[in-house]
């Protein structure tokens, strides 16, 4: 029943590796987000996709790349991962790009580079 | 560039008390503010949505008030229990440059602890 998953759920790898993250949601929404949210809890957009069509791409190191092979999945891929990169990574899906509907967050994949 | 500030980063109350918290936002005329919860290791969790004609917004225990002329909303929990503890999110709904998507841009949140 669960309406965002996201996978894997805890990420521990070292400096430089490539890894990515993926999302899915059962709730038919058209549009997705990754967000990223830091140790002070800031959450801070990434991306989002409105029928696999990238809307937001805020500034991003170009190592982090979102695929979307269909509405229902946004996946993360991020390359040469840095130190930085350690932080909580949230998907969420909202049913309109253009609504006031809410959003709903996956779990958060926490990931820890080294 | 828009700024959302919740003003207190903890917030420590009495069980059966009000907790009231604030989001002050700047250079922003939102058409929506959302209030959300987050708990330890989970992701945010939606509470409540007002919109920038209504004062005021309830549910159950929760009431949100939202003053576009202070450029502010207060989010009160009455009857205050430990399970309310948590870290609340307030979020603006604003449009993106291009087309008509809307995106929601977060405070970095206040950690209630309601005390027994």
């Known amino acids: 029943d669960t309406a965002v998953s996201q996978t894997p759920k805890y990420l521990v790898t070292q400096m430089g590796n490539d890894k990515s993250i993926k999302c899915e949601q059962n709730l038919g929404h058209d549009t997705m987000y990754w967000y990223k949210q830091d140790s002070k809890k800031f959450l801070k957009i990434m991306f989002s996709y409105n029928n696999k069509e990238l809307i937001i791409n805020e500034t991003v190191p170009n190592r982090f790349s979102p695929k979307s092979p269909d509405k229902a999945h946004l996946n993360l891929h991020i390359n040469s991962l840095e130190l930085g990169d350690s932080a909580v990574y949230f998907c969420?899906?909202?049913?309109?790009?253009?609504?006031?509907?809410?959003?709903?967050f996956g779990p958060g994949t926490r990931l820890l580079v080294l | 560039s828009q700024k959302i500030e919740q003003n207190s980063e903890a917030l420590n109350i009495q069980e059966g008390k009000t907790a009231t918290l604030t989001c002050n936002y700047t250079?922003?005329?939102?058409?929506?503010l959302q209030w959300y919860r987050q708990d330890p290791g989970r992701g945010p969790v939606f509470l409540l949505l007002i919109r920038e004609n209504e004062k005021e917004k309830r549910k159950e225990r929760l009431k949100v008030t939202f003053d576009t002329t202070l450029k502010q909303s207060l989010f009160h929990i009455t009857a205050s229990q430990p399970a309310d503890s948590a870290t609340y999110l307030c979020a603006l709904d604003v449009p993106i440059s291009s087309g008509s998507a809307r995106q929601l841009t977060f405070g970095s949140g206040t950690q209630l602890t309601v005390l027994p």
């Open positions: 969420a899906s909202r049913y309109r790009a253009g609504g006031s509907e809410t959003q709903y």
């Open positions: 250079n922003y005329s939102p058409a929506y």
